[in-house]
């Protein structure tokens, strides 16, 4: 079965720290997509990043960036100076060869003032 | 170019009743998914389709459910006779190809009293 994994429920930081979300996910696939998904209290999906698989150059953007380790299965998510408006809930995701993607349960991030 | 639509963005529903919820892909795109999401969940997957077609519908409720995406129009997800287990968000997200980053709406919110 193809699972993902966020062992942190919940996470606070203050306002400009970094801060690390991390996740694991588990596939006998070798080539596919990993995501972080934010989902503010507005309830929108919003993508964060996307990483493939078949890169080892770890994605970035701006202030976000990921460690994907693929033999580790692992695949954690870094906000560097966070901010108040980076307060949301956090889904790791997993897309499959039949393009479903598996969602983790999430990490809700609190960005304390 | 307008992201990917869905309305109502909230439907109330009693028991027994039916449920229809819209989904507008983004300009170009083909490919429609259909996710739910309950209370502190991830999203889980329910229904893959193209135009007239269904292409995976492993993660849809044997009864009750049903989806389609026809050839002018919105896709539409239908769940008929409501029950209180059904209250949940319904996201929509489209792609322009089966292995492309998938964009979402905002979601339906549907409550059953």
């Known amino acids: 079965a193809q699972t993902v994994t966020q062992s942190q429920p919940e996470m606070s930081v203050q306002e400009a720290e970094t801060v690390t979300l991390s996740c694991t996910y588990d596939?006998?696939?070798?080539?596919?997509?990993l995501f972080w998904y934010k989902q503010p209290p507005s309830r929108q999906m919003i993508l964060v990043i996307r990483q493939e698989a078949y890169k080892q150059q770890n994605a970035t953007e701006n202030r976000f960036s990921v460690n994907f380790q693929k033999a580790a299965k692992s695949f954690s998510l870094k906000i560097s100076d966070s901010q108040l408006g980076d307060t949301a809930m956090y889904f790791c995701a997993f897309e499959t060869r039949d393009d479903k993607i598996i969602f983790g349960k999430g990490t809700r991030l609190h960005i304390l003032p | 170019n307008a992201g990917v639509m869905q309305n109502p963005r909230h439907l109330v529903r009693r028991r027994g009743q039916e449920a229809r919820l819209r989904c507008s892909p983004m300009k170009g795109h083909s490919h429609v998914y259909w996710y739910r999401q309950l209370p502190e969940e991830g999203l889980k997957f329910m229904v893959y389709l193209q135009k007239e077609n269904i292409i995976d519908e492993s993660g849809m409720p044997k009864e009750r459910f049903s989806a389609e995406f026809p050839k002018e129009g919105p896709s539409i997800l239908r769940i008929q006779q409501v029950v209180r287990g059904d209250s949940a968000a319904y996201f929509c997200?489209?792609?322009?190809?089966?292995?492309?980053?998938?964009?979402f709406g905002p979601g339906t919110r549907l409550t059953v009293l």
């Open positions: 596939t006998s696939e070798n080539n596919y997509y």
């Open positions: 997200a489209s792609s322009p190809f089966g292995t492309d980053t998938q964009y």
